[in-house]
């Protein structure tokens, strides 16, 4: 298996480059994920990315986000969220004048079930989103799969096929805005840390702040607990 997940990323560092538009180049997009427990069900979080139009050059967004959530039990959680957003020119490393930057929250319910070893998550998000033109809503669906492949659970030193689909709409014609597809493996090292990678399509309908189709992903996952004190005796 850890032969299959090293070809994978061979392939899309060699992948062909067949024309000079950014949009049939490979693309990186970079994520960095921490969550906090807190104890009990409240948990913090906050994430970067970092996104080009081709292999780690043409860098063109950035976004830095951050939020707390609440598990009401091990498949339901609700969580909120605020982050600053910025989109820059095609054609080399953040150039401007940007065509789109934001601060944007969002509010989102997830529901999770097992069937088997597959854990199956419906993520619901309503955007807010605070742009030089007003305010925009969003509303996003996105229906993922994750695989356990060596093991029955994502348990520590687990290897996994994660498979999704995201959806993005408006509340104004012509309502629907984006499609995002992502598959791809992560290798769990521990309680702690999870390293995941594959390739995200993404197909935009008349919207000027993504230009690129194609993407490898690499993303770095850590979920933390905050400790707790033992009391003297």
């Known amino acids: 298996m850890k032969k299959t997940f090293y070809w994978l990323i061979f392939i899309f560092l060699t992948k062909p480059v067949l024309a000079q538009d950014d949009k049939e180049y490979l693309g990186t997009w970079n994520v960095l994920s ?99 033109s007003g305010l925009r809503n969003r509303f996003r669906y996105r229906a993922s799969m994750v695989i356990p492949l060596n093991n029955l659970d994502l348990l520590p030193k687990t290897w996994y096929l994660n498979v999704s689909n995201e959806i993005f709409f408006t509340d104004v014609p012509t309502y629907f805005e984006r499609n995002r597809f992502f598959v791809g493996f992560g290798y769990r090292f521990s309680q702690n840390f999870t390293l995941q990678s594959g390739w995200l399509h ?3 309908y008349k919207i000027p702040d993504e230009t690129g189709y194609n993407f490898m992903q690499i993303s770095a996952l850590f979920d933390l607990k905050l400790k707790r004190k033992t009391e003297k005796k």
């Open 34 to 132: 921490v969550r906090l427990g807190l104890g009990g069900k409240w948990s913090v979080f906050g994430e970067a990315q970092l996104r080009s139009l081709r292999l780690y050059d043409h860098f063109h967004y950035h976004e830095l986000k951050g939020g707390i959530e609440y598990r009401l039990n091990p498949s339901l959680a609700f969580s909120a969220s605020v982050g600053d957003y910025n989109t820059y020119q095609s054609g080399g490393d953040f150039i401007e004048p940007k065509p789109n930057a934001e601060i944007r929250t969002w509010l989102q319910t997830n529901l999770s079930q097992k069937i088997g070893r597959i854990k199956v998550e419906h993520r619901y998000r309503a955007e807010q989103r605070f742009q030089v």
């Open 202 to 204: 993404q197909f935009d």
